[in-house]
Nanobody, 121 residues
């Protein structure tokens, strides 16, 4: 099994910054990609940003230029640096990872429990 532990959420004023962290642990042979998704009240979960093992990144248009995703591969950790936050960024942020638990195993998808980010106006 694989566990994803998120941290770094909280309450911040509009225009402020936060950094989210997510550490993967457990039966990990390799990680293909990690990322962040978010879900605001009454809305569907949406992609925020992803990063592959090779370092390729993908961002939602709404966060381009404001958010930066990065990884520390040796620690199986992904970060999301968020700046110029607006109330529209308020959501529960979920960590996501595609993990292979063994050399013969396929990649499986895992989710963290989520961390709340609230941006006040």
């Amino acid at each position: 099994q694989v566990q994803l532990a998120e941290s770094g959420g909280g309450l911040v004023q509009a225009g402020g910054s936060l950094r989210l962290s997510c550490a993967a642990s457990g039966s990990i042979f390799s990680i293909n990609s990690m990322g962040w998704y978010r879900q605001a009240p009454g809305k569907q979960r949406e992609l925020v940003a992803t990063i592959t093992r090779g370092g390729s990144t993908n961002y939602a248009d709404s966060v381009k230029g404001r958010f930066t995703i990065s990884t520390e591969n040796a620690k199986n950790t992904v970060y999301l640096q968020m700046s110029s936050l607006t109330p529209d960024d308020t959501a529960v942020y979920y960590c996501n990872a595609w993990v292979r638990s063994g050399i013969l195993n396929p990649h499986s998808e895992y989710w963290g429990q989520g961390t709340q980010v609230t941006v006040s106006s």
